[in-house]
T-cell receptor, first 114, second 114 residues
C-alpha cells in the first residue's frame, strides 16, 4: 500500500547535537513533500516544503531537507538542535497518483535535553 | 496564521449521539481536509474536499460524513459517536488561488466520547 514512513518514533538528543529524521514514501509520479512541526499543545506548522527545483530545501529555524528521488526519501536535518526544538515532526506527501490528499507519516517525537 | 477557525475547540459527548465539527476558512482555499490525531498513529485523513460539494474519503472515513455547501465551510459529522472516535480533530486548507500549496492547519478540536 502507498504510504509515508518515518523510521524513528522517538529521538532523544542533547543540545548542540546534529539531527537527521528519516522519511520515505512509496508514491510514484510527481510528489510534493513537506515537513511539519507540532509543539506541545499546538497545531501543526510548516517547517519546509519541496515542490520542484533544487532538491536541498531550507526551512525555518535552521532546518533543511534533501529530496532524493531515487531513494524516495526526504530526510530532515539540523546541524545543531536546541531545547526549543523539542516537538513532534511529521513528514507529508502529496502525489498526483494519490489524488489531492495530503498524507502524513506517523510522526517522530524529538526530545532535546539542555 | 491562516484564517482557519475550528468549532467547538473542546467537546464531551455521549456514545450514540451525533456530533458535528465545523471548519471555517477566510482564505478562499480550494482544498479542505479533516484529520484525526491519535498517539502512535500520527495524522490520519478522514475526508477531504476539492471544491464545493466535491468530497472524497480518506484512510479512516468509516463512521464519519462531511459536507461542503460553500467554499468557506467544511463540516465533519459523526453520525453516532463511539468511544473509538475520541481524538483530536484537525482541519486543514490548501490551494489558494487554485494553486497547490502547503496545508495550513486549524487549532484542533478535542473530542471526548464517554
Amino acid at each position: 500500500a502507498q504510504s509515508v514512513s518515518q523510521h524513528n518514533h522517538h529521538v532523544i538528543l542533547s543540545e548542540a547535537a546534529s539531527l537527521e529524521l528519516g522519511c520515505n514514501y512509496s508514491y510514484g509520479g510527481t510528489v510534493n513533500l513537506f515537513w511539519y512541526v507540532q509543539y506541545p499543545g499546538q497545531h501543526l506548522q510548516l517547517l519546509l516544503k519541496y515542490f520542484s527545483g533544487d532538491p536541498l530545501v531550507k526551512g525555518i529555524k535552521g532546518f533543511e531537507a534533501e529530496f532524493i528521488k531515487s531513494k524516495f526519501s526526504f530526510n530532515l536535518r539540523k546541524p545543531s538542535v536546541q531545547w526549543s526544538d523539542t516537538a513532534e515532526y511529521f513528514c507529508a506527501v502529496i502525489s498526483n497518483q494519490a489524488g489531492t490528499a495530503l498524507i502524513f507519516g506517523k510522526g517522530t517525537t524529538l526530545s532535546v535535553s539542555s | 496564521d491562516a484564517g482557519i477557525t475550528q468549532s467547538p475547540r473542546h467537546k464531551v459527548t455521549e456514545t450514540g449521539t451525533p456530533v458535528t465539527l465545523r471548519c471555517h476558512q477566510t482564505e478562499n482555499h480550494r482544498y479542505m481536509y479533516w484529520y484525526r490525531q491519535d498517539p502512535g498513529h500520527g495524522l490520519r485523513l478522514i475526508h477531504y474536499s476539492y471544491g464545493v460539494k466535491d468530497t472524497d474519503k480518506g484512510e479512516v472515513s468509516d463512521g464519519y460524513s462531511v459536507s461542503r455547501s460553500k467554499t468557506e465551510d467544511f463540516l465533519l459529522t459523526l453520525e453516532s459517536a463511539t468511544s473509538s472516535q475520541t481524538s483530536v480533530y484537525f482541519c486543514a486548507i490548501s490551494g489558494g488561488q487554485g494553486v497547490r500549496t502547503e496545508a495550513f492547519f486549524g487549532q484542533g478540536t478535542r473530542l471526548t466520547v464517554v
